[in-house]
Nanobody, 123 residues
Framework: QVQLVESGGGLVQAGGSLRLSCAASGRTFSSYCMGWFRQAPGKEREFVAAISWSGGSRYYADSVKGRFTISRDNAKNTVNLQMNSLKPEDTAVYYC????????????????WGQGTQVTVSS
């Protein structure tokens, strides 16, 4: 089992950057594929990015490709999401998630979730 805690959210102007971090507990962090999802008010939770166990494979939603970068440090049990060129439509609660399966884009494929961190991008 793994527990996830996100941090790094906040308020930023359009065009700015934020770096989200997710700290995982447990000794088997490197066994999990990790994902970032987001949920805006009134909308369904949507896939943002995912990374394989080793970090060798990364996947992005088309809406963030070229602007966001997912990375992980298995020695520190962390996964990060660097967000650049932020847009107002990126405003949402961002969630970190873990799965023992291969990296997935569907939220129901993930077994463990953090509590979320709010990202607000002003225009």
């Amino acid at each position: 089992q793994v527990q996830l805690v996100e941090s790094g959210g906040g308020l930023v102007q359009a065009g700015g950057s934020l770096r989200l971090s997710c700290a995982a507990s447990g000794r088997t962090f490197s066994s999990y594929c990790m994902g970032w999802f987001r949920q805006a008010p009134g909308k369904e939770r949507e896939f943002v990015a995912a990374i394989s166990w080793s970090g060798g494979s990364r996947y992005y939603a088309d809406s963030v490709k070229g602007r966001f970068t997912i990375s992980r440090d298995n020695a520190k049990n962390t996964v990060n999401l660097q967000m650049n060129s932020l847009k107002p439509e990126d405003t949402a609660v961002y969630y970190c998630a873990a799965t023992v399966d291969v990296a997935e884009t569907n939220p129901w494929e993930y077994e463990y979730w953090g509590q979320g961190t709010q990202v607000t991008v002003s225009s």
